[in-house]
């Protein structure tokens, strides 16, 4: 658009300065110099002064043809402007509108995933409470069933081992010498080691061996389970065996120990280790049952649960204390 009002404007001055009056004037004088011979006047000549006058003319024509031909190409090329501003709100419009309805079509879908996962958090959120209170209920719930199972299991390791009171566990009679009568065979087997020390004969309710598989040929024997008719007897039979130290039926050295369950067995094995400690610095003790180790140190009786309670007892007493 600038570049045809430009060449408009340089269209008007060129024929401007090629009006044929101009021409025939510059043509005119030009030949009254080149005629006339004598030098130079001072004085202005009437026909200098009417080409003066013609290109003054001819100037101010040219300038008022410029000055309208700006006008009209600075009008029209508002006009053009004005047009393509006009124009130019109505293509940003169009794209506004469809950029809005694009944003107005995600912002509905995003406000349904958002009113979907909001439905979904307090849908969880009820399921977590109520899930937090199952548990704590059922946490309290296990808590008490411990509670139960320990106090059931401990009540169930007391009756098994009360119903073993009258029991003697023997441990070296080799595998089928009882020849399938055991009660038979432990009677004889109790008065050949006893010999007088019992004056009145024992009375057996039942033997048996222990309810392990039988071993192989050459394996060790189970032991023999033998239950007394009265408690006393038992109490006699361990206190003879211990006074004696040794014991041997047939040539066959054997062992007679109280007859327990296997809880109740670790738990008492667990003080041999300190009970030889005991013995070494002289404190006497005695181990009562269920599996609690009593002893007297500087005339004070102690009772103790667990080895290493002994164990603790032990490293804070006194060198110099004196045992009883």
Request: aromatic share 4%; net charge positive.
């Amino acid at each position: 658009m600038a570049n045809t009002a430009q060449k408009k404007v340089t269209r008007a001055v060129a024929q401007s300065l090629t009006s044929p009056a101009l021409k025939q004037t510059l043509m005119a004088n030009a030949s009254s110099a080149a005629c006339s011979t004598s030098p130079p006047s001072t004085t202005q000549r009437p026909e200098d002064s009417a080409v003066l006058q013609l290109v003054k003319d001819e100037m101010d024509t040219s300038r008022r043809l410029l000055s309208d031909i700006i006008k009209q190409e600075m009008a029209s090329f508002r006009t053009e402007i004005k047009q393509d501003l006009e124009s130019l709100p109505q293509d940003i419009k169009a794209d506004i509108a469809s950029l809005k309805t694009k944003f107005q079509v995600e912002l509905a879908s995003l406000n349904w995933a958002h009113s979907e996962t909001a439905a979904t958090v307090r849908e969880m959120e009820g399921a977590l409470n109520r899930h937090d209170s199952s548990i704590t209920a059922l946490e309290d719930t296990i808590t008490e069933l411990r509670w139960t199972i320990k106090k059931v299991k401990d009540r169930s390791d007391d009756l098994e081992n009360r119903s073993q009171r009258q029991n003697l566990r023997i441990i070296g009679i080799p595998e089928g010498s009882e020849n399938g009568k055991p009660t038979a065979y432990m009677a004889s087997f109790f008065a050949v080691i006893l010999g007088d020390d019992i004056a009145d004969p024992l009375v057996l309710d039942r033997a048996h061996r222990s309810l392990a598989p039988k071993p192989k040929p050459g394996d060790r024997s189970r032991p023999m389970i033998v239950r007394l008719h009265y408690y006393s007897d038992k109490e006699k039979i361990l206190q003879i065996s211990k006074n004696k130290g040794e014991v041997k039926f047939r040539g066959t050295r054997v062992h007679i120990f109280p007859d327990m369950n296997a809880e109740l067995s670790r738990r008492r094995a667990a003080f041999i280790p300190i009970k030889a400690k005991l013995r070494q610095v002289g404190i006497t003790y005695c181990l009562h049952h269920p599996a609690e180790l009593r002893l007297t140190c500087d005339s004070v009786s102690h009772s103790f649960k667990t080895p290493a309670a002994v164990e603790d007892f032990l490293s804070k007493r006194k060198p110099s204390s004196s045992a009883t």
